[in-house]
Every structure is written in C-alpha cells, then in structure tokens.
C-alpha cells in the first residue's frame, strides 16, 4: 500500500469515527429528552473528541492535497470528506444543544408524551444511523431511504410544533416548556438536514453526481 493509499484509508477511517461518536451523542440526546439527564461531563468529553477528530480530518485532505496529485475520485472523496466533516459536527453541537435544551423543559413527560416525541426522536436516531451506514457500505438503497425518512421527520416536526403552540395559546402554563420543546424539535429537524448533506456528499463521491434534497423528487438512481 502506498503511502497516498495510507492517507486515504485513515481518512476513511476517522471519517468513520466522527460519526460513530456523533451518531452516540444523538442517542444520548434523544435518551435525555425521553428519560433520564445524561452526565454533563461525559457530553463534553465526547463534543471534545469530534472537533479534535474535525481538526485531523482537515490536517489529513491538506497534507494529500500538499504532497499528492489525487485523480478524479480521490478528489471527489478527499472534497467530500471535508464538506461531511462540517456536517457531523454540526450535528454534535446540536445532540449537545437538545441536552442542555432539555433541561429547561419542566414536566416535560407529560408533554413527551402528549406529543409522540417519542416517535420524532426514534425516526432521528434512524437516519442518523443510516447515514453512517450509507457512507460505510455505499449501498444506494440506504439514499433514498435517508431522503424519505428527512421527509416524514420535516412533515412530523411540522405537525407536532403547530400542535405545541396550540397548546400554549390554551394553556398558558405551557408556554415556557412548550418554547423550549418547540427549539429541540427544531434542533432534531435541523440533525435530520445534516445527514441528508451528508448523504448528499457521499452520493457525489460514488456518481460524480450533485444532487440537492431540495429536489429528491427528480432522483434518478439508474
């Protein structure tokens, strides 16, 4: 193995590792949001650990873009990675933003409840894990499966904040709890949109195709 192929298999591999440790902190987001806090220091440690990862990964596409020529593909995949570096640790600062968010979400069982956030949160965890599996297997049947679940978490997020605001405009008592659950489900929204980015970028790298999620209703696969 050359030393160029060396280079790109270890920027696969924290590639990899960035989102393992991103996918664990949107668990633990959703775990603080349906049931018990999560302890604050080991959030951090693992916020710690993507940006030092972010930091290498932008360390590693300048010191093959210093020392090699890469072709076409490479290209693709070293300018794919940079762009999906960005995008995993967006979605960590917003795992870590529904944590503390979480806290200021009083009774907030009743309302979880109430409104089937349960649901919302299990379709995240889901597309944040077949993320990471689409860029791991590159298996296309895992895209349009990441475009369709975006789909229904945007139309799901939509229903249930209309619903939220109902509630607070009859109940005044909500409001604050009510405020603060409305931002997490927007956070929750806002991780789905990362990892159709992310999806978008590792479609790139395999079709040298751009396709934008905005328009996945003209995806054409073949």
Do not use: W
Request: one cysteine or more; proline letters at 1%; charged letters at 30%.
């Amino acid at each position: 193995m050359t030393h160029f192929e060396i280079e790109l298999e270890k920027l696969k591999n924290v590639i990899i590792k960035i989102g393992n440790l991103a996918e664990g902190q949107v668990q633990e987001s959703i775990k603080a949001l349906l049931s018990e806090p999560i302890e604050g220091k080991e959030v951090k440690k693992i916020e710690s650990k993507i940006d030092k990862l972010d930091v290498k990964i932008d360390e590693i596409c300048q010191s093959i873009f210093a020392l090699q020529q890469p072709v076409a593909s490479d290209l693709r995949f070293i300018m794919g990675s940079l762009q999906m570096s960005n995008e995993i640790e967006r979605i960590g600062d917003l795992a870590v933003s529904v944590i503390k968010r979480n806290k200021s979400i009083k009774d907030k069982h009743d309302l979880i409840a109430k409104f089937d956030i349960a649901e919302l949160g299990k379709k995240v965890e889901l597309i944040t894990s077949k993320t990471n599996a689409f860029f791991l297997t590159r298996d296309e049947t895992l895209f349009t499966e990441i475009f369709s679940l975006n789909t229904a978490i945007k139309i799901k997020s939509n229903e249930t904040i209309l619903e939220i605001i109902t509630e607070m405009k009859s109940h005044s008592k909500t409001v604050v709890s009510g405020t603060n659950l409305v931002i997490v489900i927007k956070h929750l929204e806002r991780i789905s949109d990362h990892c159709t980015n992310i999806a978008e970028y590792v479609y790139f790298i395999i079709n040298a195709k751009i396709i934008k999620h905005d328009k996945h209703e003209d995806i054409n696969l073949e």
